[in-house]
């Protein structure tokens, strides 16, 4: 059993097949909380979260998810992510005031780096231009969130 699966809780890792479709209500019910979740953790307001958990779920994208190379859990991460990161880019240009930025450049300690990749949608690439580090440097704060969370 690999880590994935020891922290996956319940949820079905096996990829959907084709004699295995699910409708549009079973997929909501196995990974909305899961997909919510995601999207609240990119887009903190409540409202506007549940707006982009029901486009992820009324998307033609997730009839993709039967059949992605993985796991249809995995496929759903991917596109509540994709969403809500495009959801916060949009507000974020809307909101181009000066007051966008959640980060200052002294900081790089590896929460703030993994925020920016995560949350905000930036590439490793972007979040070392950000801050002016080099792309192992941001590589290696992912690393070492990864190893904080894990130990936590």
């Given at each position: 059993?690999?880590?994935?699966?020891?922290?996956?809780?319940?949820?079905d890792?096996?990829?959907?097949?084709?004699?295995?479709?699910?409708?549009?209500?079973?997929?909501?019910?196995?990974?909305?909380?899961?997909?919510?979740?995601?999207?609240?953790?990119?887009?903190?307001?409540?409202?506007?979260?549940?707006?982009?958990?029901?486009?992820?779920?009324?998307?033609?994208?997730?009839?993709?998810?039967?059949?992605?190379p993985?796991?249809?859990?995995v496929?759903?991460?991917?596109?509540?992510r994709?969403?809500?990161?495009?959801?916060?880019?949009?507000?974020?240009?809307?909101?181009?005031?000066?007051?966008?930025?959640?980060?200052?450049?002294?900081?790089?300690?590896?929460?703030?780096?993994?925020?920016?990749?995560?949350?905000?949608?930036?590439?490793?690439?972007?979040?070392?231009?950000?801050?002016?580090?080099?792309?192992?440097?941001?590589?290696?704060?992912?690393?070492?969130?990864?190893?904080?969370?894990?130990?936590?």
């Open positions: 059993m690999n880590e994935l699966e020891r922290t996956n809780n319940g949820i890792l096996h990829p959907v097949g084709k004699n295995n479709q699910l409708t549009s209500l079973e997929v909501y019910d196995k990974y909305g909380a899961m997909a919510y979740g995601i999207i609240l953790q990119i887009v903190p307001q409540p409202h506007l979260a549940q707006e982009i958990l029901v486009s992820v779920f009324s998307s033609p994208q997730l009839q993709a998810c039967n059949s992605y993985f796991t249809f859990a496929c759903v991460i991917k596109l509540a994709a969403k809500a990161v495009e959801a916060k880019r949009k507000l974020m240009s809307l909101a181009q005031d000066g007051t966008g930025n959640t980060f200052t450049k002294g900081d790089r300690s590896p929460q703030v780096i993994f925020d920016l990749a995560f949350r905000q949608g930036f590439t490793p690439d972007e979040v070392a231009q950000k801050l002016d580090i080099s792309k192992s440097e941001v590589l290696r704060a992912f690393h070492d969130f990864f190893k904080t969370y894990r130990n936590s």
